[in-house]
């Protein structure tokens, strides 16, 4: 069964930068670099919100507007791992960032909770002015 592993979260300062990564423990037999991949946010008392995605389809990456410019997500599939290169931090960005997954490739949009059948536990990342 396939398990994501959230690290890199800490508190900084506003215009700081973090590098969150996200391991898989195992890829049920699918190649990894097949996985559709998803990085969402819930700040406190706010719906969980879509951060980034990689779609194996046509290997497009989706940004939300609010990061665009700042964050980057990658993926090292020999390692089964992606990453979430965050830069540029403001308080705004203080939240429980999780890390998803759909093996499968299903016809969810990228940008939907909906998509992704797997979630890591979630890594805090803290913003202070």
Same mark, same amino acid.
């Given at each position: 069964q +396939?398990?994501?592993v959230e690290s890199g979260g800490g508190l900084v300062q506003a215009g700081d930068s973090l590098r969150l990564s996200? =391991? =898989?423990s195992a890829t049920s037999g699918r190649p990894f670099s097949a996985f559709e991949m998803g990085w969402f946010r819930q700040a406190p008392g706010k719906e %969980? $919100?879509?951060v980034a995605a990689h779609t194996w389809r046509g290997g497009k990456t989706y940004y939300a507007d609010s990061v665009k410019g700042r964050f980057t997500m990658s %993926? $090292? *599939?020999a390692k089964n791992t992606v990453y979430l290169q965050m830069n540029s931090l403001n308080i705004e960005d203080t =939240? +429980?960032?999780y890390c998803a997954a759909d093996p499968?490739? *299903?016809a969810y949009l990228p940008t939907s %909770?909906?998509?992704y059948p797997i979630w890591g536990q979630g890594t805090q990342v803290a913003v202070s002015s």
């Open positions: +396939v398990q994501l996200c =391991a =898989a %969980r $919100e879509f %993926r $090292e *599939n =939240a +429980v960032y499968m490739g *299903n %909770r909906d998509k």
